[in-house]
């Protein structure tokens, strides 16, 4: 493992010096512990970033420089362009001129906010209901994000200089007080506020002027405390200092408010006050000297269980953006093979092949990133699945176009692999993430065998489908390519893939039945993914009968395997629309939409293909 | 009358055939699996769909484990008849009609696993059990309950003496051979569950017991996972010390308690009850989650198993289940409460669990023989 490693850092060593005179490099990658895993804070950043703005950086200013603005500068942070607002209806509720696409600021949204916040508890009961419209839904999320920045903008004011004048009596003399500095004085500051009131009322008119000054003090205290509550958002501050396998970390104020502060954590906020003050003084040199010795204290403190290897791979793999490299060199492959096609020359299939190779070599070290980061095989959500079948088709299309030759193979390849990279971002509501399991699913053994051999089958069964297309546009349009592909090899091929994808799918749904024999009970529950699973199966199972048997011909055969395509998409993603059984999982209504209209589309396709070879052949003599 | 067909048999000899022939003979034909293939996935389509609708046990009754399907006056065929169907010419080609030959190996070994996983799935059909068990921490249970059946229990002196499945109460007098007589009055599958004075029902001058004092049940639509209904009955008890209306549904904290002919009665609605032949303690229910979220990582159940005089330890997590005298218990959800938490385990009682391990290793072969045979042959041509 460690080689492998080691060859991917080696492999993306030239490009993972990314902005190493930005000051922000050792800001970037401190410990931040957030949905279930510790991940360098620019991971955490980008996350936060794309949830607000639906971008992972803020015109040229990367996402973690945009979290150190709103973390040790909030007071600025309410007049930054950060909200995406889309819906139509908002944005003229909202009465503010913008073009479609720009960002809000949170000042500019307030009166919004402020205005429909009566309404919040009576969409949340809709939205149980599913009854919401599309306005209403972007209000909740709208109301989401703002709870959202502000937690952010809120996660560091225990250490932030407070603009108070604290009167002498506290006892308290330096210059920037912070609210850690007053917190021993809150109380009795809240104490004098209440003898004051029973003295003089609650009209601050008729206090002197040290009276005034512990008024606005103990009310100060009260609302920085009041706006802290729940805030668990920014979990930086490790609870407990002994190292060890799994290591529990709090936000600073959740630290605080639940009364768990140690020496050690007290040493290491005063890390992040030095960060605050030089990066509130401008001094970028003093933060990043102030950023590197928070990091080495937490790391030398924490030993075996901070994860260094894990952040070094996280980081390169946020500044590498794989699968942006590996979209640009498939679509690459894609117009050469089609240059062949057109002007057939060995130029352009040394091109494509090239291209190919490059974009899986990219799309494999993604992957096997993941798999490093998060320490488990390949696939355990949707999103994963997508990518990984995306590779199988490209490794498919490369290995077979090497062995074959020709240049349809890396068409095929790079195609489906393509197709496939551009649908996975649809598959996720937010920005990439590297997400933990839910416990039926946190099996590395199962997760290795069903889910990698039934995703396979799934890659295969693309293959398949592309070849069937091929055929079927081969057949219609013999002489609109250059190449002139034969019709009767590509069927060939069809079925000589067709049955791997049936190797794969049978084997990785029954071995699924397996997995949840061992986890349920039951081998087999018709459960609508394993209903979809079968149906891939029999599909398969019934065309290839069928060609045996001389029931199913050629031309219907290639339509029938095209058509696999669409039995494919329900099997994978649609029977999670139906929300029913063991295996369904979040999907959005947006997918649903794509869904259909990438079946409706196929199925027209295949249909007219179809009927034009019918209506030609049938004319012909 | 016995219809003969006339063929030629290989030798050149006229032969006549019998109608069993000529159907044994039909269920061979390739063609065959060529018609029931999409049947089956039309099935197959159409009952995933309604899960949607009806939810996944009502669906899996109605499309999958029926031998016909009734679309209004339309019949069609049921997963049962269709699978069967396939069984069958599967046993009866692999039989009759495999070319056992080496370049056929592959397909031979693939029926060969199809047929052993179908036969598992016949025997699990047939004789597979599953059952939950409940057991709060620091307690033991020997009691599995059913999914889906419900039943009235009824305890005289705290040991039970008759139980009457929820379907066979109906409206009416139930027939018991008791000191006491009991009427069902109303019956709800799903009950919502009323304050009394917000109710219409009218039992004329009935006492009104129990918690049939303050509460009625009325009935509503069944929700789409059969096995979350809350079902009830509304009793009349005559024959009794206290006379009058009981209410019984599921959850319900206390059972209906009344004396008649000097014993002491208990009448409880619930899912119906088994017992195992040896009980299972929970000693500690563990869930583990990911650091700062809830969500669970890992969830766990220490147990120990009574047998008799015989006691140990057992260790129950996600993916790993305790096996034991046939039954397999699996860490199925949890609950938490006042007094501590509790596990509830999913049973397993199943004699063809091994078929499918069997069926897999078999196919997983032929279909990769079959693929190098064609790859192979392939080459050489």
Known sequence: MRILLL???CFFACTSGVRASSGYETFASLPVLHEGRLQPLESFARAQLYKLSSHTDLDGQAADAWLADVIFD????ADKAVFALDNEVLRERLGIEKPRGALYTLAELEPLLSETRSEIAALLAAEEQGNLSAAQTALLALHEKSVTYLKLMRSLSLILPLNVEVPDRYGVTKGDVTFLDLVRQETRAIDDLKSIVADKGDDPAQYSAQQRAIAALAFQLQQIRGGAAGNALFKIMPLSWQGGQQVEFLAPWELLLRGQG???????????QAMASAYRAGDMNAFSDASTAAKNHVRQRLGAAYPALQFTLERIYDALQPYNWAVFLYAASLIFAALYALYVSNVWV??????LAGGALFHAGGIGLRMAILERPPVGTLYESVLFVALVCALIGLVLAFKRGGVAYNFAGAFAALGLLLVAPTIISGAETLGVLSAVLNTNFWLGTHVLCITIGYGVAVMTALFAHFALFTRAFPKLLAARPDFDKLITITYRISLAALLFTAVGTILGGIWADQSWGRFWGWDPKENGALLIVLWLLWLQHGRLSGHIKSVPFAAGMAFMNVILALAWFGVNLLGVGLHSYGFTEGLAWGLGLFCGAQSLLIIVLWGYIWRRERSRP | MVFHHVMETRTGHIKKKSKIQTLLLRLVRADLVFWILPLL????????????????FLAQQRYFASWIIWFGYLPFPGGHLLIGLFTLHLFLKFIVASEWRWVKAGIILSHAGALILLVGGLLTALLAREYYMVIPEGQTSPFLYDYHARELMIFEDDRMVGAIPFEQLQIGDVPLDKSFELSVMQRCTNCLIERREDSAQDFGDAPLHSMAAFMALDSTAPVREAEANISGVTLQISGSDTDGIYLAFEAMPKPVEFQAGGQAYKILLGKRQTRLPFAIE?????????PGEVMARAY?????????????PAHIAMNKPLRYQGYTFYQSAFERNEQGEITILAVVENKGRLFPYIGTIVITIGLLLHLILVLRRKEQT
């Open chain 1, 7 to 9: 060859t991917l850092l």
């Open chain 1, 74 to 77: 909030p007071g600025g942070a």
């Open chain 1, 262 to 272: 140690s020496p050690e954590n007290a040493a290491y906020l005063k890390r992040w």
């Open chain 1, 350 to 355: 040394i091109l494509s092949r090239a291209a």
């Open chain 2, 41 to 56: 996935m039309v099935v197959l389509v159409i009952g995933t769909l309604a899960q949607a609708e009806m939810g996944l």
């Open chain 2, 282 to 290: 929970l000693v500690d229910f563990k869930k583990e989650s990911y």
């Open chain 2, 300 to 312: 766990s159940a220490d147990v120990i198993v009574h047998d008799g005089g015989l006691n140990w």
